[in-house]
């Protein structure tokens, strides 16, 4: 199941509209902007907002973790952030 994760450090637990794959607008909605897709593993995804640092969003604890984990970098994620199955956005 895919979960929002929140600036604030909690996720909720959240399903597609039409039950298979997020469509762009509901992605548009979670993230609050442009989509910007970002691997974390092999099997998951996390969609971000491609501008959150230009319009000065909050780092986003869980997801930085995560991408910095994978990557290996120091750099971080802003915003409330999806977090799905590869197979969930088309």
């Known amino acids: 199941m895919a979960k929002i994760l929140r600036t604030k450090g909690i996720w909720e637990d959240v399903q597609p509209k039409n039950g298979t794959d997020f469509q ?3 992605l548009q909605t979670i993230v609050g902007g442009y989509i910007e897709i970002k691997p974390v593993n092999e099997r998951e995804i ?8 230009v319009k000065g969003k909050d780092i986003n604890i869980l997801a930085t973790a995560m991408f910095q984990a994978y990557y290996n970098t120091k750099d971080f994620v802003v915003g409330d952030v ?3 199955y590869k197979e969930e956005i088309k």
Do not use: S
């Open 24 to 26: 762009l607008d509901e």
């Open 82 to 84: 999806l977090l799905c």
């Open 46 to 53: 996390i969609c971000m907002d491609e501008e959150g640092k």
